[in-house]
C-alpha cells in the first residue's frame, strides 16, 4: 500500500484504499482558485461607470473634447486651463450623475507640481467652495441620472480654482466614490499633463 494512501476497513473486514491525499488537497486548491476567480469576476463587473479625462479639443472643433487625446497640453501662463470629463454608466440600470461626495461638477480633484506636491487652491474661500460642491451640485434637478450607457461631459475650470500661475509641468486627475457613502469605492481617471509655459513662448499652432 502506498505511503499517500489511507486505508480502512469495509463491512467484510477487507482493506479499501481511500482516495490519495494529494488528489484530495489538489481539488481543495482548485475549488479555492475557481472560488476566487469567480469573486474577481463579480467585482470587476459591478464597476458602474468610467472616468474620462482630457486637456485638448477635437481638431477642426471648438469646446469638443477629445477623449481619445491623452498627449501633454501646452498652455502660455495667463491663459487659463479648462480641462473636459466625460462620466458614463457602464451598467444596466440608471446611476446618479453626481454624488454627494463629489466636490465641483461631482468630483474630487488631484492638481500636482512637477515634484508630486499638491498644488495649494487660490485662496481658503477657494478650498471650502471646492469641498462643499460648487457649481453642478444642483438639488431638484429632473435630470440627476444617468441612464444605461449614457455620458455626461462637464468643462471645469481649473485654473479658476488651483493656482497654476507658474510655468512648468502640472498633472491632473479626477475621481468619484461609486456612492454617497463616503467609505465607498472610488473610481479614478487617467493622469493628464499640462504644461504652463511663459507668456511671451511662441508655440505651435495647432
Not at 501646452?74 to 454624488?99: C, F, P, Y
Not at 497654476?164 to 498633472?171: D, E, H, I, M, N
Request: proline content about 7%.
Amino acid at each position: 500500500m502506498s505511503a499517500f494512501s489511507v486505508a480502512t476497513l469495509s463491512s467484510s473486514g477487507e482493506a479499501v484504499k481511500a482516495p490519495h491525499t494529494r488528489y484530495l488537497l489538489a481539488a481543495s486548491l482548485f475549488a479555492t482558485i475557481a472560488t476566487t476567480v469567480a469573486f474577481a469576476q463579480t467585482d470587476a463587473a459591478v464597476v458602474p461607470f468610467s472616468l474620462e479625462i482630457s486637456a485638448t479639443w477635437k481638431p477642426g472643433y471648438v469646446g469638443v473634447w477629445d477623449f481619445t487625446n491623452t498627449a501633454e497640453k501646452v498652455v502660455k501662463a495667463g491663459s487659463g486651463v479648462v480641462i473636459g470629463i466625460r462620466k458614463i454608466n457602464r451598467t444596466d440600470h440608471e446611476i446618479a450623475r453626481l454624488t454627494k461626495t463629489g466636490g465641483p461638477y461631482g468630483y474630487v480633484y488631484d492638481v500636482r507640481d512637477r515634484d508630486g506636491n499638491p498644488v495649494r487652491t487660490k485662496s481658503p474661500y477657494d478650498r471650502g467652495w471646492i469641498r462643499s460642491g460648487g457649481p453642478g451640485r444642483v438639488r431638484g434637478s429632473k435630470d440627476m441620472v444617468l441612464e444605461p450607457g449614457e455620458g455626461y461631459v462637464s468643462s471645469p475650470p481649473i485654473s479658476n480654482w488651483y493656482d497654476l500661475s507658474q510655468p512648468g509641468k502640472y498633472t491632473i486627475q479626477v475621481s468619484e466614490h461609486v456612492s454617497d457613502d463616503p467609505r465607498s469605492d472610488v473610481i479614478r481617471s487617467s493622469v493628464i499633463t499640462v504644461d504652463i509655459v511663459p507668456s511671451d513662448t511662441v508655440t505651435p499652432t495647432p
